[in-house]
């Protein structure tokens, strides 16, 4: 898995414009990733009301991230 994410990322680094962008729309894709795994958790624990839609389990979300990106960046949404 970690060498297809690695493919991944190079080629989306290969083929975007700006790096810059890329990195901050990658790390910001995972802190929501993240933010909405924690509000699941505490949905599930105190069942709390949150509205949340995430397919993140428990890969890392920097690794979810980058997959989602290289999916909006093909434009046949396949990846690897």
Do not use: S
């Not at 933010?35 to 995430?54: I, L, S």
């Amino acid at each position: 898995m970690m060498d297809q994410i690695i493919r991944v990322a190079w080629d989306l680094n290969e083929n975007t414009e700006n790096r810059y962008q890329l990195v901050y729309e990658i790390a910001e894709l995972a802190k929501k990733l993240v933010d909405e795994n924690q509000a699941k958790k505490a949905h599930d624990d105190f069942n709390f009301e949150e509205n949340f839609d995430t397919t993140y389990k428990k890969e890392n979300p920097v690794e979810h991230a980058i997959m989602v990106k290289a999916a909006e960046a093909d434009d046949d949404r396949l990846v690897g």
